[in-house]
């Protein structure tokens, strides 16, 4: 299962790749030919904002997957393991009532949306609301599989804790912790 999700957010990167490319073409063109010629590409204010919204989404499942979401694991990291299984699950669900909320919303506005033309390039606007929809689909698969696998204990105590710390945060806790080893043997 690990190399579907990680084969399914590769090719998301490819396309949050593909989208950005297109963006900056669209937009750095349209600036010099405004400049430049009087002129511009009609469809590039509009495509670059959906572009936009659909790399936001996309990108926002990736994270999901990766953990890489904001947040603490102050008090969650001091916990007992228990403790650490407990906080997961009631975040998880709470993240997945979220995921369903924006999944009924973006769906709703989907449909509403429908047979309304955007005022350049003639697309459906359901285009815009399909990245809410993406987006929740997507999530909810990642957040399932998590619970699923803390609930029958497949997660480590590492794991558990699903905020990941930067880099150099690590980096400054560790050099914290050896400033106190090195004081307290004084």
């Known amino acids: 299962m690990t190399k579907i999700f990680d084969g399914y957010c590769k090719v998301l990167d490819a396309l949050i790749a593909l989208a950005l490319a297109i963006m900056v073409v669209l937009v750095f063109g349209n600036v010099v030919l405004r400049y430049a010629f009087n002129s511009g590409i009609t469809v590039s204010e509009e495509v670059s904002r959906w572009l936009f919204v659909w790399v936001t989404f996309l990108g926002a499942v990736v994270a999901v997957k990766e953990r890489g979401h904001l947040g603490t694991d102050f008090l969650v990291a001091r916990l007992p393991v228990l403790g650490k299984k407990i906080c997961l699950v009631v975040g998880h669900l709470l993240m997945l009532y979220a995921t369903w909320l924006l999944f009924s919303g973006s769906l709703a506005q989907a449909k509403i949306n429908w047979d309304v033309e955007a005022p350049v390039t003639g697309a459906s606007t359901a285009i815009f609301y399909a990245s809410g929809i993406v ?52």
């Not at 999530?139 to 804790?161: I, K």
């Not at 710390?165 to 912790?177: I, N, T």
């Open 135 to 186: 987006f929740a689909a997507s999530a909810a698969v990642f957040l399932l599989s998590d619970l699923v696998r803390a609930l029958t204990g497949q997660l480590s105590e590492e794991e558990l804790v699903m905020v990941q710390e930067s880099e150099d945060l690590a980096q400054l806790g560790r050099d914290d912790a050896i400033e106190r080893d090195t004081h307290d043997k004084r």
